[in-house]
Nanobody
Framework: VQLQASGGGLVQAGGSLRLFCAAS????????MAWYQQPPGKPRELVAT???????YAVDSVKERFIISRDNAQKLVYLQMNSLKPEDTAVYYC???????????????WGQGTEVTVSS
């Protein structure tokens, strides 16, 4: 089982990016999915979460600008980032709670990170 994140890049302030994260492998179910960010020199922090039923949460600093969504059939989670600011510059990681086939336990899985740089 693995998560593969993509979609990062360099963008000017005020611009938009859409991040993608695909889960693959021998998956039975996916529970919560989320995006985290790690700015340079800082710890990793939660950005937004989405349940399997589609309930979402985003931290105050992004909730008016970022939208998390998912496609359960395709095992994808997205992060639409609008009105980007230089302080959004970070490596963005996707996260998912995944149940592998044949096991009752949900494990915590992380993508490899995709870098977002916002220039002023």
């Amino acid at each position: 089982v693995q998560l593969q994140a993509s979609g990062g890049g360099l963008v000017q302030a005020g611009g938009s990016l859409r991040l993608f994260c695909a889960a693959s492998g021998d998956i039975s179910r996916i529970n919560d999915m989320a995006w985290y960010q790690q700015p340079p020199g800082k710890p990793r922090e939660l950005v937004a979460t989405i349940t399997s039923g589609g309930d979402t949460y985003a931290v105050d600093s992004v909730k008016e600008r970022f939208i998390i969504s998912r496609d359960n059939a395709q095992k994808l989670v997205y992060l639409q980032m609008n009105s980007l600011k230089p302080e959004d510059t970070a490596v963005y990681y996707c996260y998912a709670q995944i149940q592998r086939r044949g096991t009752p336990i949900f494990g915590n899985y992380w993508g490899q990170g995709t870098e977002v740089t916002v220039s002023s």
